[in-house]
């Protein structure tokens, strides 16, 4: 029966189908289509369980017989989402997949970002924001350690990589689907909204004059820009931030160097910031209740 796994398995890799979904992997053919391409038990089994906003990405699943058979969690999940579940030879899934070794299922997927508004109504006391970072891997990376530090929003301004590229989407191991994520933002008027909503807004540069360690310490005494919701910019792996866009923020953080590297990469660098925001959030929320730590756009 259609959409279920017994159903005829594919095994044509030149069909029109297999092409169609193939072609997901150029962003021309995702813009014409509206549509994205996710590969590989993880990234597939968020896809079929309802994101941020109660629903479902993944509008097809691919698999070979024996992938399906392994992961009926990923199946079932599917099914009762109403997301069609197609079985495939392990040539159709190759020719399908973005990847040299694919895992054996591919999903293809609906746009999951949103609006700014929409994602600060729903008042995150952590907000990533990338500022044009070009590199797939890197901006994968940060957005899988948002998720990981419980951010509520991701934003990608204008100039990011697109946030459904193949190698993106498999950088977040499924944290695409965890988070609301903005793409195409104006930074400037990013910024503006997270302020107006509460925010402080966090440029993370390695000369920046503030010191991450002494804003945890601020935060110990319930002080400080940490010790409410804090929305982080963060630049190019090269480049890090322009001039105009440390401006924008209401301090430059820089993450110490203890040993004897030069640097961090960004990702590291994202995790330490998120992750010291997150760490503060949740000793006021120990202390004082769970509002302590406050949300973008509380009272």
């Given at each position: 029966?259609?959409?279920?796994?017994?159903?005829?398995?594919?095994?044509?890799?030149?069909?029109?189908?297999?092409?169609?979904?193939?072609?997901?992997?150029?962003?021309?053919?995702?813009?014409?289509?509206?549509?994205?391409?996710?590969?590989?038990?993880?990234?597939?089994?968020?896809?079929?369980?309802?994101?941020?906003?109660?629903?479902?990405?993944?509008?097809?699943?691919?698999?070979?017989?024996?992938?399906?058979?392994?992961?009926?969690?990923?199946?079932?999940?599917?099914?009762?989402?109403?997301?069609?579940?197609?079985?495939?030879?392990?040539?159709?899934?190759?020719?399908?997949?973005?990847?040299?070794?694919?895992?054996?299922?591919?999903?293809?997927?609906?746009?999951?970002?949103?609006?700014?508004?929409?994602?600060?109504?729903?008042?995150?006391?952590?907000?990533?924001?990338?500022?044009?970072?070009?590199?797939?891997?890197?901006a994968g990376a940060v957005l899988r350690a948002?998720?990981?530090?419980?951010?509520?929003?991701?934003?990608?301004?204008?100039?990011?990589?697109?946030?459904?590229?193949?190698?993106?989407?498999?950088?977040?191991?499924?944290?695409?689907?965890?988070?609301?994520?903005?793409?195409?933002?104006?930074?400037?008027?990013?910024?503006?909204?997270?302020?107006?909503?509460?925010?402080?807004?966090?440029?993370?540069?390695?000369?920046?004059?503030?010191?991450?360690?002494?804003?945890?310490?601020?935060?110990?005494?319930?002080?400080?820009?940490?010790?409410?919701?804090?929305?982080?910019?963060?630049?190019?792996?090269?480049?890090?931030?322009?001039?105009?866009?440390?401006?924008?923020?209401?301090?430059?953080?820089?993450?110490?160097?203890?040993?004897?590297?030069?640097?961090?990469?960004?990702?590291?660098?994202?995790?330490?910031?998120?992750?010291?925001?997150?760490?503060?959030?949740?000793?006021?929320?120990?202390?004082?209740?769970?509002?302590?730590?406050?949300?973008?756009?509380?009272?």
């Open positions: 029966m259609q959409g279920r796994p017994d159903a005829d398995v594919l095994t044509n890799p030149r069909s029109e189908r297999v092409r169609s979904v193939r072609r997901l992997a150029g962003r021309p053919s995702r813009v014409r289509a509206g549509l994205f391409l996710a590969e590989g038990p993880q990234a597939v089994r968020e896809a079929v369980r309802p994101g941020p906003s109660g629903t479902v990405a993944a509008r097809e699943v691919y698999g070979t017989v024996e992938a399906l058979a392994r992961h009926e969690d990923v199946v079932a999940d599917a099914l009762a989402a109403g997301t069609v579940v197609r079985p495939c030879t392990a040539e159709v899934l190759a020719e399908m997949a973005d990847t040299v070794t694919p895992q054996g299922l591919v999903a293809v997927c609906r746009p999951v970002d949103v609006p700014l508004a929409t994602a600060l109504a729903r008042r995150p006391a952590l907000v990533a924001v990338l500022a044009e970072v070009r590199d797939p891997g890197n948002a998720d990981a530090a419980g951010a509520g929003a991701v934003v990608l301004s204008a100039g990011s990589v697109d946030v459904h590229n193949p190698k993106c989407v498999r950088s977040t191991a499924g944290s695409l689907f965890h988070v609301d994520v903005v793409v195409g933002a104006d930074l400037g008027e990013t910024v503006a909204s997270l302020r107006a909503c509460g925010a402080a807004v966090l440029a993370a540069d390695g000369d920046g004059p503030a010191d991450l360690d002494d804003l945890a310490d601020e935060a110990e005494r319930r002080t400080g820009p940490l010790a409410g919701p804090v929305a982080w910019l963060f630049g190019t792996e090269a480049q890090g931030l322009s001039a105009e866009q440390r401006a924008l923020a209401d301090a430059v953080v820089r993450v110490p160097i203890h040993g004897r590297a030069e640097s961090l990469n960004l990702a590291t660098a994202a995790t330490v910031c998120l992750y010291a925001a997150a760490r503060a959030h949740r000793r006021l929320r120990a202390d004082a209740g769970p509002r302590a730590a406050g949300s973008v756009g509380a009272p």
